[in-house]
């Protein structure tokens, strides 16, 4: 068996080729019903082009080599746009298949074809032809299966969701990372995807800065799985903690051993697609840090402060997302 290669939009790269990974980020964004909005705010390639491009620049100045965007199908994302970005930046991006959680996303079109007959064979095939063959017509194979579950269940839509996202990645060894609603579902999720057949070492339970229960954690982890506290920057806003209560938590983990399950991101967007986000005056101190460049400016040095050590924090950045891929 050759060595493992990770699907990158520009092409496969090996192992030692991510360096210091963001692993759960979106270039551009979009929620389901933005493209029927484009007669007012049309799809703006070149400003999307020139702000993912300043941002990876950046963050590769920062010290940064790989980024995981994680917008799933039904969220507008664009590989070839993508691949335009990385070749400008020079820095990888990873690219997902996948679907969003029920409530956010677009389940419609799948929830018609349930009602005519059995599904798990069409999602199986287009999450394996996007990973083996190339997304549409683009030849850009997807390296991450993205998958999410809503606020204290995983509902049938989603199940199916999960379970062909586990058939794949048994199949292929491409990973697959998650969004958890509000907190919760974190060890449901590890459990349910592990029982269809998937890897625990391959896989990565998303979100898990929004829950600072120790004994929540511990249950996820214990399923053998990578936990990502990946909305880093994002306070109070959409039911998440403030960083400052996190930070304590996250060092908790280190010391008790668990820092080579541990990765960090921000579940940033650098583009909204549709019409411009305004959020109130008052929420933007909420949001002041939700920026990739957060992990370098005060991330690290929050938990250097706290006694986490530099080979701790590389183990962080750099080693997890390579051993998530290649499945150690």
């Known amino acids: 068996m050759g060595a ?5 939009v520009t092409g496969p790269i090996l192992p030692e080729e991510l360096g210091v990974t963001l692993v759960h980020e979106h270039l551009f964004f979009g929620y389901p019903g933005w493209e029927g909005d484009q007669t007012v705010a049309p799809f703006d390639r070149q400003t999307i082009v020139n702000n ?27 590989v070839e746009v993508l691949k335009e970005i990385s070749e400008k930046s020079q820095v990888n991006i990873v690219c997902s298949t996948g679907y969003y959680y029920e409530g956010e996303g677009a ?16 999602l199986y095939e287009l999450f394996m032809k996007e990973v083996t063959l190339g997304i549409q017509r683009s030849g850009i194979r997807a390296g991450v299966i993205k998958v999410g579950t809503s606020k204290g269940q995983i509902t049938d839509y989603e199940k199916l969701m999960l379970n062909a996202a586990a058939r794949v990645q048994k199949e292929t060894d491409v990973p697959i990372i998650t969004h958890t609603q509000e907190g919760t579902m974190g060890p449901e999720q590890a459990e349910f995807l592990i029982t269809a057949g998937a890897n625990p070492k391959r896989i990565q339970i998303g979100h898990m800065s929004d829950n600072l229960d120790l004994a929540y954690q511990i249950k996820t982890l214990g399923h053998g799985v990578y936990v990502s506290w990946d909305r880093m920057g994002l306070e109070v806003l959409a039911g998440c903690p403030r960083d ?3 930070y ?8 008790k051993g668990y820092g080579d399950r ?6 940033s ?3 909204w697609l549709g019409r411009p986000i305004k959020l109130p005056d008052a929420a933007l101190q909420f949001v002041a840090n939700w920026n990739p460049t957060h992990l370098f400016k005060n991330i690290i040095p929050a938990l250097k402060k706290g006694g986490a050590s530099d080979e701790q924090i590389k183990t962080i950045i750099e080693d997890n997302p390579r051993r998530l891929f290649v499945g150690e």
């Open 107 to 122: 389940p419609t079109y799948w929830k018609f074809r349930s009602s005519l007959g059995d599904v798990r064979e069409e």
């Open 244 to 246: 400052a209560d996190r």
């Open 269 to 271: 967007i650098c583009t």
């Open 248 to 255: 304590s938590v996250m060092l908790d983990l280190i010391s």
């Open 4 to 8: 493992t290669k990770i699907n990158t």
């Open 52 to 78: 993912g491009v300043a941002l990876l620049r950046q963050l590769k100045d920062l010290g940064l080599r790989t980024y995981v965007d994680a917008t799933a199908v039904d969220c507008g994302r664009n």
């Open 262 to 267: 541990l990765m960090i991101s921000h579940d």
